[in-house]
């Protein structure tokens, strides 16, 4: 909160009240105000942080997901199945035959042969051959991959995948690549990158990384440290405010001005509103609020704890897709996935708990808020409300 030339204290006090004899705190209100700003802005600062890291952990687990998820993963799988298909008319020699209905052929077919030969019993006519070959390359031939052909040349048509076949055709219709020389060195540099960015994990500022496996546990501790440094602001600013609320009506301040100069310090919580309270004192008679009004309190209230929730759901994320490709981890080091396993049940178990009592903060800090609020509805509309008459025997 940023300085006054005039004291807060005195600008919320009461006409003529002063503090009263025998305080034991004689420090200008400012300084009480102003420390309760700061541990606020210090939850502000730790949950500004655990988005960081939430955003950081989601992508790099985004970037480790299948090719069918994940767009550059995707890119380099379509190049791969395109790699095995292609024939390019400056690889040299063709040497490579292959059988159809009993007929010897090189295994070099045009677009416009291959349409002929296999089209319909290959892709069912779901291709435009006509369309493409307007834009087909003039130095790119269709070619049977190594592995469909049988030793005795014939192809393996069961074995063919005719989706994967079909997106190999349009990706090579639209693609400019004019040798396979290129194609190598396109793939190396495709490869070498999702392996620098997606397998390995960089670390800002300290210039470290790991192994995605580890995103699970190494996110986990780094939320659970956070959730321990959120627990404690959070229960300082509940301890704030009640201290502050509690010197303000020692010390006979304004109770609504006092309460509104606080709640502009507020981001991430959301006090009660008291403008009806005040209408409702202005114009001698109950002002409620509106249904839209209500609802809109309790859509800011539940925004406001998403930077708390979010961390656990991406650490609970990646744990689930960890468990679905388990298969993959032991087939590199079972002994090590077991381990893994272990200690990311461990971390999730921590992080479940810190985020409760976490959240358990926050709502006594909002709690703290309304039931101020309802002590200035009391002040303010107390005189408005019918008084029960007693009855007469």
């Given at each position: 909160m940023s300085k006054h030339k005039h004291s807060i204290a005195s600008a919320l006090s009461t006409s003529g009240a002063q503090t009263p004899p025998g305080s034991p705190i004689d420090m200008d209100f400012d300084e009480f105000i102003d420390a309760a700003a700061d541990g606020s802005q210090r939850s502000r600062n730790i949950m500004s942080l655990m988005m960081t890291a939430a955003f950081i952990a989601a992508l790099g687990w985004f970037n480790s997901l299948k090719p069918e998820f994940?767009?550059?993963?995707?890119?380099?799988?379509?190049?791969?199945?395109?790699?095995?298909?292609?024939?390019?008319?400056?690889?040299?020699?063709?040497?490579?035959?292959?059988?159809?209905?009993?007929?010897?052929?090189?295994?070099?077919?045009?677009?416009?042969?291959?349409?002929?030969?296999?089209?319909?019993?290959?892709?069912?006519?779901?291709?435009?051959?006509?369309?493409?070959?307007?834009?087909?390359?003039?130095?790119?031939?269709?070619?049977?991959?190594?592995?469909?052909?049988?030793?005795?040349?014939?192809?393996?048509?069961?074995?063919?995948?005719?989706?994967?076949?079909?997106?190999?055709?349009?990706?090579?219709?639209?693609?400019?690549?004019?040798?396979?020389?290129?194609?190598?060195?396109?793939?190396?540099?495709?490869?070498?990158?999702?392996?620098?960015?997606?397998?390995?994990?960089?670390?800002?500022?300290?210039?470290?990384?790991?192994?995605?496996?580890?995103?699970?546990?190494?996110?986990?501790?780094?939320f659970s440290i956070l959730y321990f440094l959120l627990y404690h602001s959070l229960s300082r600013e509940r301890k704030n405010l009640k201290l502050l609320f509690k010197l303000a009506k020692k010390r006979r301040y304004n109770r609504v001005d006092f309460y509104q100069l606080l709640s502009m310090?507020?981001?991430?919580?959301?006090?009660?509103?008291?403008?009806?309270?005040?209408?409702?004192?202005?114009?001698?008679?109950?002002?409620?609020?509106?249904?839209w009004s209500k609802l809109k309190y309790v859509l800011k209230l539940l925004i406001t704890l998403v930077p708390i929730i979010v961390p656990l759901g991406i650490l609970a994320l990646i744990l689930w897709y960890d468990y679905k490709t388990t298969d993959i981890g032991n087939s590199i080091n079972q002994n090590l996935m077991i381990f893994h396993r272990e200690l990311s049940i461990f971390v999730l178990v921590l992080n479940i708990v810190m985020c409760f009592v976490c959240v358990w903060e926050w709502y006594h800090v909002n709690h703290r808020w309304t039931k101020e609020a309802k002590k200035i509805k009391k002040l303010l509309t107390n005189h408005l409300h019918p008084k029960p008459q007693l009855l007469q025997e």
């Amino acid at each position: 909160m940023s300085k006054h030339k005039h004291s807060i204290a005195s600008a919320l006090s009461t006409s003529g009240a002063q503090t009263p004899p025998g305080s034991p705190i004689d420090m200008d209100f400012d300084e009480f105000i102003d420390a309760a700003a700061d541990g606020s802005q210090r939850s502000r600062n730790i949950m500004s942080l655990m988005m960081t890291a939430a955003f950081i952990a989601a992508l790099g687990w985004f970037n480790s997901l299948k090719p069918e998820f994940n767009w550059y993963r995707s890119r380099i799988q379509a190049m791969e199945n395109a790699y095995h298909w292609v024939r390019f008319s400056n690889d040299g020699k063709d040497t490579t035959y292959v059988k159809i209905d009993g007929q010897k052929m090189l295994n070099r077919f045009t677009l416009a042969e291959f349409d002929n030969r296999f089209g319909k019993t290959l892709l069912n006519g779901s291709t435009d051959y006509a369309k493409m070959d307007s834009t087909w390359p003039k130095n790119i031939c269709i070619k049977f991959p190594a592995f469909l052909i049988k030793k005795d040349s014939t192809i393996d048509f069961a074995g063919l995948d005719k989706k994967t076949l079909q997106s190999t055709l349009v990706y090579l219709g639209n693609s400019h690549h004019v040798h396979r020389a290129e194609m190598d060195n396109l793939l190396q540099v495709y490869n070498k990158g999702w392996v620098e960015n997606a397998l390995f994990i960089r670390v800002p500022i300290l210039g470290l990384s790991f192994d995605v496996n580890w995103m699970a546990v190494i996110s986990g501790l780094a939320f659970s440290i956070l959730y321990f440094l959120l627990y404690h602001s959070l229960s300082r600013e509940r301890k704030n405010l009640k201290l502050l609320f509690k010197l303000a009506k020692k010390r006979r301040y304004n109770r609504v001005d006092f309460y509104q100069l606080l709640s502009m310090e507020q981001v991430l919580t959301v006090p009660n509103s008291i403008d009806e309270f005040i209408v409702s004192n202005e114009k001698n008679r109950i002002i409620t609020a509106s249904l839209w009004s209500k609802l809109k309190y309790v859509l800011k209230l539940l925004i406001t704890l998403v930077p708390i929730i979010v961390p656990l759901g991406i650490l609970a994320l990646i744990l689930w897709y960890d468990y679905k490709t388990t298969d993959i981890g032991n087939s590199i080091n079972q002994n090590l996935m077991i381990f893994h396993r272990e200690l990311s049940i461990f971390v999730l178990v921590l992080n479940i708990v810190m985020c409760f009592v976490c959240v358990w903060e926050w709502y006594h800090v909002n709690h703290r808020w309304t039931k101020e609020a309802k002590k200035i509805k009391k002040l303010l509309t107390n005189h408005l409300h019918p008084k029960p008459q007693l009855l007469q025997e």
